[in-house]
């Protein structure tokens, strides 16, 4: 398979997501068996709220709201760039920085930092 085919399917699996998101209420599986919020508890309604320009609820819904917003429209933009101007680094150089194991601490320790902030 070749790159333009691999970013604009990515692409398309974000939108696809997105809009199912949009169209179809989501429970959290974890919060209905066991109580708890996870680190993902609150995306859709600070989403939203991020698009409303109302950033405090945002950070109340889920701290981690804003900056997975803006690696979101960030990849995005990066993917259609890309599919235009026929590059295709920036997968690549995701997977890259994804497979060195400081940024999967940080990502691990901000998870838990989120499931500890949504449970109180």
């Not at 959290?28 to 066991?34: D, G, W």
Request: charged share 10%.
């Amino acid at each position: 398979m070749n790159n333009r085919i691999k970013n604009i399917f990515v692409l398309l699996t974000l939108i696809i997501f997105f809009s199912i998101i949009y169209i179809t209420p989501v429970a959290c599986i974890i919060k209905q068996a066991t109580g708890f919020y996870c680190p993902a508890c609150g995306l859709t309604r600070a989403f939203f709220s991020i698009l409303s320009f109302d950033f405090i609820s945002a950070v109340k819904y889920n701290i981690l709201s804003i900056p997975l917003f803006i690696f979101i429209i960030f990849t995005v933009i990066s993917l259609v760039y890309e599919i235009i101007t026929n590059k295709f680094n920036y997968i690549p150089y995701l997977l890259n920085c994804l497979s060195k194991r400081k940024i999967i601490f940080v990502i691990f320790f901000l998870l838990g930092l989120s499931c500890i902030i949504n449970n109180l």
